[in-house]
């Protein structure tokens, strides 16, 4: 119960520490988003050769790649956990706004900042508790059941950045709501071209 208490104020520290920064921690948080999500599309075309290379191997040469299964599904929480962030960004996620969207303007936005609040505070938990398990996967050496032995602590530490950094996302979002003028306009589907309007 301690450490959730202290996760909870830590993420409120956080969110403070991004108020402060204001603009420029949406910038850097941009930055990171992108260079993370490119990682993510690396993964995936890396992937794709590597399922294929398995097939050819299998079927043309009778001689399968070991582990293929389990390197794959290493490969996956990578993809998602590393591109999620920039999906947020873009509000990407499937969402169910019906209710919300029929609110008075001042409850719609009342609701979006408790909303990514408790977010955030869900999301800093899961970063803190994954980043326990994915250390204790490192400690002893977790491996995949069969050969050649994949490690599974790089794939359980993925999860824990890509909740790190959604929860940041949210804050800024959150921030965003409350405090506009301190940040710039919630990210457009280019970041490197300037608004038109």
């Not at 719609?108 to 977010?119: A, F, G, K, P, Y």
């Not at 955030?120 to 490192?138: D, E, I, N």
Request: aromatic share 10%; hydrophobic share 55%.
């Amino acid at each position: 119960m301690t450490e959730l208490f202290v996760v909870i104020l830590l993420t409120f520290a956080v969110i403070a520490l991004l108020a402060l920064m204001g603009a420029r921690a949406e910038f850097l948080q941009r930055r990171m988003e992108s260079l993370l999500t490119y990682l993510s599309a690396a993964i995936i075309l890396f992937l794709m050769a590597y399922v294929l290379a398995e097939v050819l191997m299998r079927y043309a040469f009778n001689s399968p790649l070991p582990g293929h299964l389990e390197g794959a599904e290493l490969l996956l929480p990578m993809i998602v956990f590393l591109a999620v962030s920039y999906t947020q960004a873009r509000n990407g996620h499937v969402g169910m706004s019906l209710i919300v969207d029929l609110l008075p303007d001042r409850a719609r936005l009342l609701t979006d900042i408790v909303t990514l609040i408790l977010s955030v505070l869900t999301c800093a938990v899961l970063a803190y508790f994954g980043a326990k398990q994915a250390y204790f996967s490192w400690q002893i050496d977790d491996v995949t059941m069969t050969p050649p032995y994949w490690s599974i602590w790089p794939s359980a530490a993925i999860v824990p950045v890509g909740y790190f950094l959604l929860s940041v996302r949210m804050s800024l979002q959150a921030l965003q709501l409350i405090i506009p003028h301190r940040f710039p306009e919630p990210v457009a589907d280019d970041l490197e071209s300037p608004s038109t309007t």
